[in-house]
C-alpha cells in the first residue's frame, strides 16, 4: 500500500487481557514512531525506532507496554495487563529517515482500543 | 505541563467567516508543523515551518512561524464546511540539524465551520 496501515483499526478487551497492535509503515521508511491520542487532546509520543533498534522509549507510561521492530519495517505495540486507562486510540507514524530534522512524518489511520 | 498550548480549543464559525488558531510554548522548536485530523483518521501534514518569522500560504491558509521560533499561528480565510475538523501543531525540539524523533503535539482545536 501506498500509506501508514495498522491493524487492528478496532479492539475491544477487557481489563488484565494481553493486546497487540500492528504498525506497516510506508516502504523504505527507516523510522518508525508510536503515538497515544486520547479523547479531544493532541497525539502523546510513545517511542521512536530508527531501523530496527528503539532510539527513545521515553513515552511509554510503564512496563506494561512494549514495542518491537525485528525486521526494521512491521512494528507491534504490546500491552500486558490491560487498564481501562490504556483506552485511546493508537497512531503509528512512519518518515523516510530520521536523525534529519524537518522530516515529515505520515500517520496511520490508527487503532481504537477500548478496555472494558 | 502541556508543552504546546493550542488556542481556542473550541471554535465555531459561519461559512465565510476568518478564524485564526493560535499555537504558543516557552520552548523554542526547530520547526513546527501543523496536521489536520478527522474522526477515525490519522493527523495528515498541512504545513512545515522552519524559519523564526517565516510565512506560508496553501490556499485560503496562511501559517506564520514567531521570529523566535516559539509560537505559530493559522488564518483561515473564509472557512468552508469542508474545513472542519481538528488543527493541531506539533513541534520537533531538534538541535544542529539532528531529529529528537519525536513531535510534541499541541492539544488540539476543534472546528465546526457551518454552513
Known amino acids: 500500500g501506498a500509506g501508514v496501515s495498522q491493524t487492528p483499526s478496532n479492539k475491544v478487551t477487557e481489563k488484565g487481557k494481553y493486546v497487540e497492535l500492528r504498525c506497516d509503515p510506508i516502504?523504505?521508511?527507516?523510522?518508525l514512531y508510536w503515538y497515544r491520542q486520547s479523547l479531544g487532546q493532541g497525539p502523546e509520543f510513545l517511542i521512536y525506532f530508527q531501523g530496527t533498534g528503539a532510539a527513545d522509549d521515553s513515552g511509554l507510561p510503564n512496563d506494561r507496554f512494549f514495542a518491537v521492530r525485528p525486521e526494521g519495517s512491521v512494528s507491534t505495540l504490546k500491552i500486558q495487563r490491560t487498564e481501562r486507562g490504556d483506552s485511546a486510540m493508537y497512531l503509528c507514524a512512519s518518515s523516510l529517515t530520521s536523525g534529519l530534522a524537518q522530516d515529515t512524518q505520515y500517520f496511520g489511520p490508527g487503532t481504537r482500543l477500548t478496555v472494558l | 505541563t502541556q508543552l504546546l498550548e493550542q488556542s481556542p480549543q473550541f471554535l465555531s464559525i459561519q461559512e465565510g467567516e476568518n478564524l485564526t488558531v493560535y499555537c504558543n510554548s516557552s520552548?523554542?522548536?526547530?520547526?513546527l508543523q501543523w496536521y489536520r485530523q478527522e474522526p477515525g483518521e490519522g493527523p495528515v501534514l498541512l504545513v512545515t515551518?522552519?524559519?523564526?518569522?517565516e510565512v506560508k500560504k496553501l490556499k485560503r491558509l496562511t501559517f506564520q512561524f514567531g521570529d523566535a521560533r516559539k509560537d505559530s499561528s493559522l488564518h483561515i480565510t473564509a472557512a468552508q464546511p469542508g474545513d472542519t475538523g481538528l488543527y493541531l501543531c506539533a513541534g520537533d525540539r531538534s538541535a544542529g540539524g539532528t531529529s529528537y524523533g519525536k513531535l510534541t503535539f499541541g492539544q488540539g482545536t476543534i472546528l465546526t465551520v457551518h454552513p
Open positions: 520552548s523554542v522548536f526547530s520547526s
Open positions: 515551518v522552519v524559519t523564526g518569522g
Open positions: 516502504s523504505g521508511h527507516t523510522a
